[in-house]
């Protein structure tokens, strides 16, 4: 059974910084990972969507890369913004279903 | 497009009733999952559709669960009898095919069950 492990559970930067979220998983054999954002009280909402045979996926300020081989993603957001606070959800996908992690709770203080 | 849409965004109801969610998917879209949120145990799969059929409902954790799709626009996950471990966010999402197209979700139900 995939297991999904996001570090730090929470983070608290400054408005500016750049920070990595982390995402690690059990059961490389993934056809693809998303990540997601999640406002409190909202769905969620698909930010990236790295295939297995990438190794990195970017959309504006935000780039995910992807280790299949040893079962880690990562996002990085470049220059936080007050509105980039949210909690962030990564999920690969295996055997045609998504496994979320439990999330990084995300603030980025003006 | 208005995105998948959900209701009633927030139920209250005491045990024993019955309870129904309900989703409108993205148009066009062929598949349709409907998950369930809480503080221990995270996102989980229960059911998904494809076609309006049912393809895996390995997640509907018991019998008093069900869901349905009687067509492409419309779904309903059913509770009967509700119990307070149900109390949870209720998420429906959609996609255009499971494996490269992104997942849009609802913005979900919160059901308490007292």
């Known amino acids: 059974k995939q297991e999904v492990t996001q570090i730090p559970a929470a983070l608290s930067v400054p408005e500016g910084e750049n920070l990595v979220l982390n995402c690690s998983f059990t059961d490389s054999a993934i056809y693809n990972l998303q990540w997601f954002r999640q406002d409190p009280g909202k769905g969620l909402t698909s930010l990236l969507l790295i295939q297995s045979s990438q190794r990195e996926q970017t959309s504006g300020r935000l780039n995910a890369s992807l280790d299949k081989s040893s079962g880690r993603s990562t996002l990085y957001i470049a220059a936080s913004q007050p509105g980039d606070s949210a909690t962030y959800l990564c999920?690969?996908?295996?055997?045609?279903?998504?496994?979320f992690g439990s999330g990084t709770q995300l603030t980025v203080l003006p | 497009d208005a995105g998948v849409i959900q209701s009633p965004r927030h139920e209250v109801t005491e045990m024993g009733q019955e309870v129904t969610l309900r989703c409108k998917p993205i148009s066009g879209h062929d598949y349709l999952f409907w998950y369930r949120q809480t503080m221990m145990r995270g996102l989980e799969l229960l059911i998904y559709f494809n076609n309006n059929v049912p393809i895996d409902d390995s997640g509907m954790p018991e019998d008093r669960f069900s869901a349905k799709m009687p067509n492409a626009s419309f779904s309903t996950l059913k509770i009967q009898p509700s119990e307070p471990r149900d109390s949870a966010v209720y998420f429906c999402?959609?996609?255009?095919?499971?494996?490269?197209?992104?997942?849009?979700f609802g913005n979900g139900t919160r059901l308490t069950v007292t």
């Open positions: 999402a959609s996609s255009l095919g499971t494996l490269n197209s992104p997942l849009h």
């Open positions: 999920a690969p996908l295996v055997a045609r279903q998504l496994t």
